[in-house]
Every structure is written in structure tokens, then in C-alpha cells.
């Protein structure tokens, strides 16, 4: 019998596991990796800036602002569309979350969710400005509805994650991460190390397997898939290429962490020694830390600052658009009542006892032709035009003048009626 074999079947026949000490619950290369990434990655930036002569903190802010628009747009996304999980809400769920918390010790648990997930069988943590959040996609929820403490799995490899700190500090790491080999080599040890935490929040290994299986055998068959058979796939899947593959990826093959979620200490199939060496000319591109990953970095950046930044200039001018014709309303109003009493265009605004100037500086002008307001703003002119109704009633609409972008204008007075 193998050393898989062996292992499998002695913890297989266990009724449980213990509670895991927190000191097991970290893979042991994530530590050695995670310290050889982080030294390389100081140093090579300190190298960066000073062969730059500190440009490439140019685009560390730019990265930074692009980082801020697509992590806020995901997160508004989940907290306004996803359902979140409270003693009130999915309380079964809840219950689950707090006690996995517990057992991992944290003690604030982050805000988690559950999100449709459209086809896609997973879960994922995330992090915004100092802010943790869980989110568990609607198929892994469902497909644990036979074993529900499946979901414990789930959980606790996300919150693996934030506990870890797999959200923060990986600025410095930035440089190295393209490296071949270590790059990913340590993305698969953080991997370990969550589903070493997912596994410490199932009362029993086998839960914990199955629940990890689903991602391969999908939402019906996991319940019946053969753990010890599924795990010997490690031995007769490991070849050149499975090797190769695995040595550039950020995940190990699901076989191998299966086996290593029933039987930690379980001794895994060696690789094919031919396979490093071409692994070594192939750059990490996961994450993007691989050989491409500065240069879609770049590329996001470049999208994200030529889509946000004028979005965000429009936006801002909108608003004080909107902002000017709120504070003309007032004009409106008087206007509209000198012509319903008098059946007639005011000559001046001091005619129908209106200043040229708004409280807040602007400045009024009436077209004693059409009763037409402009209202001259920062950004141009804002026209305040009348119009009639079938029943002959005044109604305003605005519209672009000279210097005004007709993009920005509000939305609510471009057609009418507005009173």
C-alpha cells in the first residue's frame, strides 16, 4: 500500500480530527516562500527606483488609482446585488461563518455574502480599503445542501486567506512574482494553507475532501465519489506534463490537495526532474505576476484612467449641473406665474421681480422673446427653456449652451415636464 494509501485509510477510518493548532494550519513552504519573495521584492524595488529615478512611482500611483476604481466597482457590486449573511439572514450560514471564525481566531469576522454565481462553482475573499469581505457563489451553497457543513470548507479556506494576510503586503512582492518557479510555487503554498484552514472548520476530514471534490465531480456526483480512488490519481497523473503544468501554475492539482485535505502528512508523488528545467524558462503569469502581468497591469491602468477619468469629470460636472438648475428653480417658478397672470414675456427679469444674480453668484439672463433663462455656470451656459403642454400649462426643460457639453446635463430636465 502506498504512503497515500496508508494515510487515507488510517484518517478515513477516524471519527474526526481535533481541533488544529494555528501553527498547523500554514502550509510550510508558504512560510520560506513567502520570506524569499518578500526580501527579492524590496530589493528589486528599491533597484526600480533608483534606476528610474523614482518614475516608476508614477505608475505605482496610477496603479493604485486604477486599483481604487476596480476593486470599489466590485465591491459596490457585491454589497448592492449580493445577499449578506446575518444572524436575520440565511441564519444556518451565519452560524457556520461565526463559529469558523472562532476556531481560526478571528475575532472581528469579515462581512460575507452570497452571491449567484452564474454557472461558476466557487467562493472568494476580498479586501478594500482595510475592509475584509466573504463571498460564497450560489452553486457551492446549493451543492452543499445534502451535506451542509460542506460549506465549512468554503469558509474557512477564504478566511484562510484574510487571515494569512493573502490580501495585503503582496505590493512588495510585486517584482518577484513573475519568477519562474517561485512565483508560483508560492502561489500554491498559500493555497495549501487555505485549504488546511477550510479543513479545520469541517468536524471531520472526509467532510472537508468531498466538499473539495465538488470541484471536479460538480454539484450532484461529489456524494459519490471515492475519496481514496480519486486521491491515488495523484500517482498516475503525475507525468512530464502534469508536472510541467502544475510547476507554472498557482493551484496544485486538485488530486493532490484532496489527499492532502484527508491526510496532511501524506507524501506526495515526486515530479519529473525534466520538468523543472523547462518549468525554469517559463514566467509565473498568474496573478499578475507572470512575464505579461507589468504589461497588462499597464494596459488596465491605461483603460481604466481613459474610461474612469472622464467618466468621473462628467460626473462631476453633471452634478453641478444638476446643482444650477435646482438653484434656478425659484426664477423658473416666478417667471412661470408672471405669464399665467399676464399672458405675457417680462421684459426684464426686474420686471417680474427677479435679480440678475443668484444667491450663490450666478448670473441670470432672460430672453424677453422666448422667456428663455440662461444660467451662466463654471463649465458654460445652462439654458432654462419654456415649454406648453396641451392644456396650454408652462413647463422648463434645459439644454446646452455655449461651453456646455450636452452629456452633462441632468437627466430629469432634458424632456419634461417638470413644473
Not at 503544468?245 to 498557482?250: A, D, F, K, P, R
Amino acid at each position: 500500500m502506498s504512503t497515500i494509501d496508508s494515510s487515507l485509510a488510517r484518517d478515513m477510518s477516524a471519527a474526526g480530527i481535533a481541533r488544529v493548532a494555528p501553527e498547523a494550519l500554514v502550509y510550510p513552504r508558504e512560510r520560506m516562500l513567502g520570506s524569499i519573495t518578500l526580501v527579492l521584492g524590496v530589493l528589486l524595488w528599491l533597484l526600480l527606483i533608483a534606476g528610474t529615478f523614482g518614475v516608476v512611482l508614477v505608475y505605482l500611483l496610477l496603479g493604485f488609482i486604477g486599483y481604487v476604481f476596480a476593486q470599489s466597482a466590485l465591491i459596490a457590486y457585491i454589497r448592492n446585488t449580493g445577499v449578506r449573511v446575518s444572524a436575520e439572514q440565511f441564519p444556518d450560514l451565519h452560524q457556520r461563518f461565526v463559529d469558523c471564525c472562532h476556531k481560526l481566531g478571528l475575532e472581528q469576522p469579515p462581512e460575507a455574502y452570497v452571491l449567484h454565481g452564474n454557472g461558476m462553482f466557487n467562493a472568494f475573499a476580498a479586501r478594500f480599503l482595510g475592509r475584509h469581505f466573504v463571498v460564497l457563489l450560489s452553486d457551492v451553497v446549493d451543492a452543499m445542501e445534502a451535506q451542509p457543513e460542506g460549506v465549512n470548507f468554503y469558509i474557512g479556506h477564504e478566511l484562510g486567506h484574510i487571515r494569512m494576510k493573502h490580501l495585503t503586503g503582496q505590493l512588495w512582492r510585486w517584482p518577484v512574482l513573475w519568477l519562474p518557479l517561485v512565483g508560483a510555487a508560492y502561489a500554491r503554498a498559500k493555497e495549501s494553507t487555505c485549504d488546511r484552514h477550510g479543513r479545520a472548520c469541517c468536524s471531520d476530514a472526509q467532510t472537508a475532501a468531498r466538499a473539495l471534490v465538488a470541484l471536479a465531480a460538480g454539484a450532484r456526483r461529489w456524494q459519490t465519489v471515492d475519496l481514496l480512488s480519486y486521491a491515488r490519481q495523484a500517482h498516475h497523473g503525475n507525468g512530464f506534463w502534469a508536472a510541467f503544468h502544475e510547476l507554472i501554475g498557482g493551484y496544485p492539482w486538485l488530486t493532490k490537495r484532496v489527499a492532502r485535505v484527508v491526510a496532511p502528512e501524506a507524501r506526495m508523488p515526486g515530479r519529473n526532474p525534466l520538468a523543472y528545467v523547462l518549468a525554469l524558462l517559463v514566467p509565473y503569469g498568474g496573478r499578475l505576476g507572470g512575464a505579461a502581468g507589468p504589461l497588462i497591469l499597464v494596459a488596465i491602468i491605461g483603460v481604466l484612467a481613459a474610461v474612469a477619468l472622464p467618466a468621473y469629470q462628467d460626473y462631476t460636472q453633471r452634478a453641478k449641473a444638476s446643482a444650477a438648475w435646482f438653484e434656478g428653480a425659484a426664477a423658473r417658478a416666478t417667471l412661470t406665474q408672471f405669464y399665467e397672470a399676464q399672458h405675457r414675456v417680462p421684459a426684464t427679469l426686474e420686471e417680474a421681480g427677479l435679480v440678475e444674480a443668484l444667491p450663490n453668484g450666478q448670473k441670470l439672463a432672460l430672453n424677453p422673446k422666448t422667456m428663455e433663462l440662461t444660467l451662466h455656470v463654471a463649465q458654460g451656459e445652462l439654458l432654462m427653456t419654456p415649454r406648453a403642454d396641451e392644456q396650454g400649462r408652462i413647463f422648463w426643460i434645459c439644454r446646452a449652451g455655449e461651453g456646455l457639453r450636452p452629456a452633462v446635463l441632468p437627466k430629469g430636465c432634458q424632456a419634461g415636464p417638470t413644473r
